[in-house]
């Protein structure tokens, strides 16, 4: 088995900040993936990388970085939070390229902007 | 494009009712299709996946049948229990790496 470790688990930015979240992964799996959580909204996807040092948009990724040096761990970083922002963000994780592989997710990051 | 509706938000159920959760699809390609279930405080987990080879999945008393000609992948379970209570997502898997989630059916179940 394996585990997913976000950090922090609890995040408070103020509007203008810059904000990192990290992502770490022990399954060994090539693909990483950071989602955004909003009620209501479902999971939509950021970012996502399908090998290290390799990154891939997704539809909301405006307003976002992310690095992926390492196999292991996928970090997101929000470029200038927005006032009154609240959201989940959430890690996941899956080998390879196969479309029977589930994907495993982390606990997320709130995010709460003052 | 390739798209997941679900189009109930809110499931409000006594327990031993029986559940039903709508989901369609829409993709041009042989998807493998996957019900997560998402507990408070938790990131989302698997609970069944079904592929264009098996046609059903099943799991805890839960199961959906994905039927091509309806393009949906309902989910359900015949006697929910309190412990049921979660947030249930759709999602299509194309093999393209990105996997479409639905926006989620927020179950509860009354004792």
């Known amino acids: 088995g394996g585990i997913i470790t976000q950090t922090p688990k609890f995040l408070i930015g103020q509007e203008g900040q810059k904000l990192t979240l990290k992502c770490q992964q022990n399954?060994?799996?090539?693909?990483m993936y950071w989602y955004r959580q909003d009620s209501g909204k479902g999971l939509r996807l950021i970012y996502y990388?399908?090998?290290?040092?390799?990154?891939q948009k997704g539809d909301l990724s405006e307003g976002y970085d992310a690095s992926r040096e390492k196999k292991s761990s996928f970090s997101l970083t929000v470029t200038s939070a927005q006032k009154n922002e609240m959201a989940v963000f959430l890690c996941a994780s899956r080998p390879g390229t196969s479309n029977y592989a589930e994907q495993f997710f982390g606990p997320g990051t709130r995010l709460t902007v003052l | 494009g390739d798209s997941v509706t679900q189009k109930q938000g809110q499931v409000t159920l006594s327990e031993d009712d029986f559940l039903f959760i709508n989901c369609t699809y829409s993709?041009?390609?042989?998807?493998?299709l996957f019900w997560y279930v998402q507990y408070p405080g938790q990131g989302p987990q698997l609970l069944l996946k079904?592929?264009?080879?098996?046609n059903k999945g099943i799991s805890r008393g839960f199961e959906a049948t994905y039927d091509k000609g309806t393009t949906s992948f309902h989910l359900q379970k015949a006697s929910v229990q309190e412990s049921d209570s979660a947030v249930y997502f759709c999602a299509l898997d194309t093999n393209a790496y990105k996997v479409i989630f639905g926006k989620g059916t927020h179950l509860h179940v009354l004792p």
């Open positions: 993709t041009t390609t042989y998807p493998t």
């Open positions: 079904v592929t264009t080879a098996n």
């Open positions: 990388s399908i090998t290290e040092n390799d990154l």
């Open positions: 399954f060994n799996h090539d693909t």
